[in-house]
């Protein structure tokens, strides 16, 4: 069984940094892109960055450049979102998902559907 499981969430005060780790498992991720997306209450989810398949190129919302990274461990099968400067309005369900062969810039176009999702890790920034 494929899983993508997100973890990492919890409070954080505005301006500070927190972690998102996405661990893969039930098949190898190398020929796949993987990204970051959110999900705030009463709003769709939006996304928020992903690398490329290639590993090569990273893509970033506009919301979130400067602020988040992302990074990966293939050993591991995990992606991580490095988050920083965080403000209230980051306060949402993050989620990662993977689809193959597909850029970073890809990941971010929603007529791109993906091949897989995890459930989600709760990210909430006070004021």
């Known amino acids: 069984q494929v899983q993508l499981v997100e973890s990492g969430g919890g409070l954080v005060q505005a301006g500070g940094s927190l972690r998102l780790s996405c661990a893969g498992s039930?098949?190898?991720?190398?020929?796949?892109?993987m990204g970051w997306f959110r999900q705030a209450p009463g709003k769709e989810r939006e996304f928020v960055g992903a690398?490329?398949?290639?590993?090569?190129?990273?893509y970033y919302a506009d919301s979130v450049k400067g602020r988040f990274t992302i990074s990966t461990d293939n050993a591991k099968n995990t992606v991580y979102l490095q988050m920083g400067s965080l403000k209230p309005e980051d306060t949402a369900v993050y989620y990662c998902?993977?689809?193959?062969?597909?850029?970073?810039?890809?990941?971010?176009?929603?007529?791109?559907?993906?091949?897989?999702w995890g459930k989600g890790t709760l990210v909430t920034v006070s004021s």
């Open positions: 998902a993977a689809r193959r062969l597909l850029t970073a810039q890809a990941m971010g176009d929603t007529t791109n559907s993906m091949d897989y």
């Open positions: 039930g098949r190898s991720f190398s020929n796949y892109a």
């Open positions: 690398i490329s398949w290639t590993g090569t190129s990273l």
